[in-house]
């Protein structure tokens, strides 16, 4: 698994030192920055995975800071440090996005973590980066498989019962999900039962054994989005999209996943469409956020259409 990087900014040596210990991980390549231009310079480049913001950088406010850095990276999880516990700046911090505040002094155990959730949260859009390119082949029906791909990896990986998860997923890439045709291959060339294949298949969330819509909306429904009103805004969700039964729409062009948790508890209640992610939303802001795609098919469908009578 690839190395990530972790930026801790701090003009405080020893806190950075201290930091710097305490993150050292196998996974994890930890670099510094002392000064904003070298935190910019360093932000900019797309070096960055995970910041850890002190909030004594050059005597900017965090928030101001924050903005600013938001502005070059939109997506980067930023762990912020305060000493501030107000009520006013922790709620202007947490406005501009960040993916946790943690109070000074730190728990150096509450900090692995954050780091890890975000580290997870950007895999996790790695994933779906990747499924999104596996979309972009043609769903089709069962009887139409080319199931020669299949075969192929399979033989490459002949006899390999371990190599069961990394079959299925190359076999995931190929067509969006696992079609229940590859199974009974997958099965006769690894050595492993299909009821052992289905258990591993509804185990992990990240397979799918039905064909998925071209755009994937996540719901959260974890503790803090569910307090804060989850349950509402996935039923809206739902009636927007005419899902009454199941979580793909009948035209292929959405998919509803609800999901345990999306690693940005700070901005619940949360939801993403593909790549792009909604904060604080409520039933409302959330069909916008879906109605603004759905416009978006219709008018690809209407150009689609137009250049088809044109021909
Ligand atoms: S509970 Fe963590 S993002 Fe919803």
């Given at each position: 698994m690839d190395e990530k990087t972790i930026l801790i900014a701090t003009n405080d040596e020893p806190f950075g030192e201290y930091l710097y210990h305490q993150l050292s991980d196998p996974g994890w390549a930890i670099s510094r920055a002392s000064v904003l231009s070298d935190l910019l310079r360093k932000v900019r480049a797309g070096g960055v995975d995970v910041l850890l913001l002190?909030?004594?950088?050059?005597?900017?406010p965090c928030y101001d800071l924050i903005a600013l850095l938001k502005k070059n990276n939109s997506r980067l999880p930023i762990i912020a440090f305060s000493e501030d516990s107000s009520l006013e700046t922790s709620k202007r911090v947490r406005h501009e996005g960040i993916f946790f505040l943690a109070m000074k002094p730190v728990d150096p155990e509450e900090i692995r973590t954050a780091v890890g959730d975000a580290i997870k949260m950007i895999r996790q859009q790695e994933q779906r980066r990747n499924r999104k390119m596996a979309k972009i082949i043609e769903l089709r029906p069962a009887a139409e498989f080319d199931l020669s791909p299949v075969k192929e990896i399979c033989k490459e990986h002949e006899?390999?019962?371990?190599?069961l998860l990394i079959v299925l997923q190359k076999i995931q890439r190929i067509f969006g999900y696992v079609p229940k045709p590859t199974i009974e291959i997958v099965s006769q060339n690894l050595g492993v039962s299909t009821s052992e294949i289905f258990g591993v298949l509804t185990f992990y969330?990240?397979?799918?054994l039905s064909p998925r819509g071209k755009h994937t909306v996540r719901a959260c429904r974890g503790t803090a989005c569910h307090f804060k009103g989850a349950g509402e805004i996935i039923e809206s969700i739902r009636k927007q999209l005419g899902l009454?039964?199941?979580?793909?729409t009948k035209d292929f062009l959405f998919s509803l996943e609800e999901v345990?948790?999306?690693?940005?508890?700070?901005?619940?209640?949360v939801m993403t469409i593909d790549e792009e992610t909604f904060g604080h939303r409520t039933p409302g802001l959330a069909l916008e956020a879906v109605a603004r795609y759905q416009a978006a098919e219709k008018v690809a469908a209407a150009e689609a259409a137009q250049e088809k009578k044109a021909a």
């Open positions: 002190d909030s004594n950088i050059e005597e900017i006899g390999a019962r371990g190599d969330n990240r397979f799918h009454e039964k199941g979580d793909t345990a948790c999306l690693g940005a508890c700070g901005i619940a209640p």
